[in-house]
């Protein structure tokens, strides 16, 4: 399996990282070793002194597919969860400066955290999800996939032009505005539906 994921895809989050707002979606890859499992911990990794939560809609992929048609694009995931997308944002933005690749900064173990995913039952809306993280009991991101620049059957359709996906692939569809630093004994939670989905104590 493999987790791709889209950057700078909430205009208020580009803003903030003063990043462009992009005109094609900002690709990534994460490596299986990346998934961190609901219910594990998040050991802050030694390599880094600002590590950053950035909470997504994660999409899991239901059938295997190339070349897919945005119109058809929703027939190729069945269920959602939310994830974080933990970057080292000082390695990344010393790699930024020396126009290297991020993967040091966002692919290393444990920095794919995902929740329980959620099945998309008829009736909700995948461009209408409102989705919340909490740090220690306080929210630090809202988010509402209606402010997503290139919707999900969008991205889709465009991933599957470069990469074949594959059942059990993972998306993280970028994060809205609010990212920020994590410490040691933090506790970040996601909620989504009204219920808890997601739950990473960083130790
Ligand atoms: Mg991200």
Excluded at 45 to 61: A, G, N, S
Excluded at 68 to 88: M, R
Aim: charged fraction near 20%.
């Amino acid at each position: 399996m493999k987790i791709i994921c889209v950057g700078r895809n909430y205009a208020e989050h580009a803003k903030e990282l003063k990043n462009e707002v992009p005109s094609a979606p900002v690709l990534f890859m994460k490596p299986k070793t990346a998934i961190l499992l609901p219910g594990k911990a998040f050991y802050y990794p030694e390599f880094t002194k600002d590590l950053h939560y950035e909470c997504e809609l994660v999409v899991r992929i239901s059938s295997n597919g190339k070349h897919i048609q945005e119109k058809f694009a929703h027939k190729y995931y069945d269920s959602v969860t939310l994830g974080i997308d933990f970057t080292a944002r000082d390695l990344q933005q010393e790699q930024k400066k020396k126009g290297l690749p991020w993967e040091i900064a966002k692919a290393f173990d444990g920095s794919a955290a995902v929740g329980s995913f959620i099945p998309l039952k008829e009736g909700i809306d995948i461009n209408n999800i409102t989705f919340q993280l909490d740090k220690n009991g306080e929210a630090v991101q809202n988010g509402n996939t209606a402010d997503m620049i290139f919707t999900v059957n969008h991205l889709i359709a465009y991933i599957s032009t470069f990469f074949t996906l594959n059942i059990g692939d993972y998306i993280f569809t970028g994060t809205p505005a609010g990212v920020g630093p994590v410490h040691i004994n933090d506790r970040l939670e996601g909620h989504m539906f009204g219920e808890k989905v997601l739950d990473v104590a960083i130790l």
